[in-house]
């Protein structure tokens, strides 16, 4: 694939020595309420979540080539950052409606490609929930929505990524068996669908099309597919893409998060690198609650330790996107 001089510059500013994207993700604003609700309910507001962003900003992009923050509670992170990581930056509102039909995309109401331009984002990044299996006009709103966001990121020089999570409308839940049945065939068609040139899509942010949690050997939970079935799926998602593409960690641990590089290399996958949040830092959302200086020494040993371990296993499994990109 071609993309312009402009956009070519900035993703240069997002990837490592290697090629590959060894993205930190911390763009998290629902589920990070949450998270700290949990840990400590005095944390959980603007102030409190920033500082922690902040922290793992500081912290841990010495060892990535970007990072991936929100404008809302991340404006602290983009400073912090060490002058040698990008920047990638959401732009849609954090979850859906969940009384609208069909999981519908939303943009932050404040920002725009030219703000986050002004803000230092080397890239934009957009979530979309897609079910390939949706009524028409649904997915129909979707796909039109991807193509205004992507002619913005033409316009000025910014790589668009768009993040791909998938779901089934007549199933409740994404993370149980069922849903694990049909996902490797849902995330890949998703795949497929916007790696049209019609959406103008430069990097693809993707789950891996089988529920690590459900692979045979490596999850914890009963078996939906064996290790050679996951493989096949693999393989599989590769072939459905010229784009380069990354792995979401989607909540696994830091160790299933690895482990599934390895698989993904096995089977042949041509991967180009990760985004990976919580499997890097989630840990140390609890600690922060009690004491910050006790998540700040976390973040500079444990922390560091997983995304150094994240890396080893990056130089051994992901393809540069110069492999897919033409410079």
């Not at 920033?50 to 010495?62: F, I, Q």
């Not at 404006?75 to 990581?85: C, L, V």
């Not at 409308?169 to 068996?177: F, H, L, M, T, V």
């Not at 200086?293 to 994240?310: H, V």
Request: charge should be negative.
């Amino acid at each position: 694939m071609k993309i312009s001089q402009e956009k070519l510059e900035n993703l240069k500013k997002l990837i490592n020595e290697d090629g590959a994207i060894a993205a930190l993700a911390i763009d998290q604003r629902g589920s990070m309420e949450k998270m700290m609700t949990k840990a400590n309910p005095d944390l959980s507001n603007v102030e409190g979540i920033s500082r922690y962003k902040e922290l793992v900003s500081k912290e841990l992009t010495p060892f990535a080539s970007s990072i991936l923050l929100d404008p809302i509670y991340g404006k602290e992170g983009i400073g912090a950052r060490d002058e040698g990581a990008g920047l990638i930056l959401s732009y849609e509102q954090t979850g859906y409606d969940e009384y609208d039909e069909g999981r519908l995309p939303r943009l932050i109401n404040f920002m725009s490609g030219l703000k986050a331009k002004e803000m230092g984002a080397n890239a934009i990044k957009t979530l979309l929930y897609y079910d390939c299996d949706d009524e028409e006009e649904i997915n129909d709103i979707k796909k039109s929505w991807v193509e205004r966001v992507s002619y913005e990121c033409e316009a000025l020089g910014l790589p668009h990524f768009l993040e791909l999570v998938t779901y089934d409308r007549n199933i409740d839940s994404e993370k149980g068996a069922e849903y694990a049945k049909v996902r490797p065939r849902k995330v890949n068609e998703a795949i497929r669908v916007f790696s049209d040139p019609r959406y103008k899509v430069d990097v693809l942010k993707v789950e891996t099309p089988t529920n690590m949690n459900f692979v045979e050997g490596i999850g914890t939970e009963e078996p939906v597919y064996s290790r050679e079935e996951a493989k096949k799926y693999f393989k599989e998602q590769a072939e459905a893409t010229n784009l380069p593409f990354i792995f979401l960690s989607g909540g696994v641990t830091a160790e299933i998060f690895q482990e599934t590089l390895k698989l993904a290399k096995e089977a042949g996958s041509n991967f180009n690198g990760v985004l990976c949040g919580r499997a890097t830092w989630k840990d140390s959302v609890d600690i922060y609650g009690k004491s910050e200086e006790e998540a700040i020494e976390w973040l500079k040993t444990q922390g560091k330790e997983n995304i150094e371990n994240l890396n080893a296993v990056l130089k051994e499994t992901a393809c540069s996107v110069f492999d897919k990109i033409e410079e």
